[in-house]
């Protein structure tokens, strides 16, 4: 039989993720001569808006989905640089999966399993359409 909820009692969440939370670093990425130090867990904000744009291509909201990893800035600086969406595409895949499990995936593993993501997407004919959250979030191991 269980107790009784006594109304006093707090369930502090704040002091257990305190407890929970140690300083850890997740892998890092160097592009366009700056480092990126990405988080050893993907942020809630990356999660909800990866379920809310799934196949969005509004910039507006792959700019909102990157900011929770790599800063407001770090698409307009991207783009300045000459980034095609190809290489956005390949960075972010690379980006989910090493967040989660940094060493899980090389630039090279991540560059293959993006071409051939984009191959089946387009049926086979080898052409890349733009990276949607939907491409990435599959590529990261998301349920859609």
């Given amino acids: 039989m269980t107790e009784p909820h006594n109304r006093d009692q707090v369930a502090d969440f704040d002091a257990f993720f305190a407890e929970q939370n140690e300083v850890r670093f997740g892998a890092t990425l160097r592009l366009y001569g700056r480092e990126y130090v990405l988080p ?14 799934q196949s969005s291509s509004d910039p507006e909201d792959i700019r909102r989905l990157l900011s929770s990893l790599f ?23 690379w980006s989910a999966a090493n967040a989660r499990e940094p060493g899980c995936i090389s630039i090279p593993e991540a560059v ?3 071409d051939e993501q984009q191959a089946e997407e387009e049926g086979g004919e080898g052409k ?14 998301q349920q859609s």
Wanted: no cysteine; net charge negative.
């Fill in 112 to 114: 293959k399993l993006y």
């Fill in 40 to 53: 050893t867990a993907l942020p809630l904000l990356f999660t909800l808006q990866m379920d809310r744009v």
């Fill in 128 to 141: 890349a359409p733009r990276p949607t959250p939907k491409t990435i979030a599959d590529a990261s191991g």
């Fill in 71 to 93: 800063g407001p800035k770090a698409l307009d600086d991207w783009a300045d640089q000459g980034m095609d969406d190809r290489q956005l595409g390949i960075v972010l895949l």
